[in-house]
Structures are given as structure tokens and as C-alpha cells.
């Protein structure tokens, strides 16, 4: 059983960062291979996409975050990140780490990111 597991969620003042971990339970050949990404949900909206990044490092941010966070990976560590600069009230949210090889899709459990002074 796959598991993803999140860290470095928290509270931080509006402007300020935060860098989320997400690290995989599998071989590094396989995680290679999956599309890995970070979505979000806030309280009373639906989850949405933040950033993606594939197998051979293509990237996809969504347009509310794009100049302020920064995905990467390493495979050698099967871990995936999210660094989150300019933080705003409005990224406060759930965020998840996702893994997808379809038809295989993983999801971490979340970690808390509050942005608020």
C-alpha cells in the first residue's frame, strides 16, 4: 500500500513562507515515473490543482500561485515539494500531495496551512 505523507503545514503571517515535504512509501524507479503535484481545499470550496510536476520535470502551476510557489522533486529521496512564498490569507487551505500513474492515483492525508496575522 502506497502511502504519501505531508509535512511542514502551519501558521504563518501574510507575506511570509512555508516549504511542505510530501514523501513517498515506494521504490525510487516507480516514483520516478508518476506525475506528482500538489492540490488544496479551502473550507466550503472544492479541491483545486496548485502544481504539478511530471516525470521528466515539466511544470504546471495554477494561475493564483504562479510567481509565488515553486514545486520541485527529488527522486532519489521519493519526495516531492512545495515552496510557498508571498503567502496570502487566501492560500489558507488544506494541502495534499497527489500521486498519479494512471491508472494509479495517490493522495496524502493533508497538512494545515494557515496564512492570517
Known amino acids: 500500500q502506497v502511502q504519501l505523507v505531508e509535512s511542514g503545514g502551519g501558521l504563518v503571517q501574510p507575506g511570509g513562507s512555508l516549504r511542505l515535504s510530501c514523501t513517498a512509501s515506494m521504490s525510487g524507479s516507480i516514483f520516478s515515473v508518476y506525475l506528482m503535484g500538489w492540490y488544496r481545499q479551502a473550507p466550503g470550496k472544492q479541491r483545486e490543482l496548485v502544481a504539478t510536476?511530471?516525470?521528466?520535470?515539466?511544470?504546471r502551476y495554477a494561475a493564483s500561485v504562479k510567481g509565488r510557489f515553486t514545486i520541485s522533486r527529488d527522486n532519489a529521496k521519493n519526495s516531492v515539494y512545495l515552496q510557498m512564498d508571498n503567502l496570502e490569507p487566501e492560500d489558507t487551505a488544506v494541502y495534499y500531495c497527489?500521486?498519479?500513474?494512471?491508472?494509479?492515483?495517490?493522495w496524502g492525508q493533508g497538512t494545515q496551512v494557515t496564512v492570517s496575522s
Open positions: 510536476i511530471g516525470s521528466h520535470g515539466q511544470l
Open positions: 497527489h500521486a498519479n500513474f494512471p491508472p494509479t492515483v495517490h
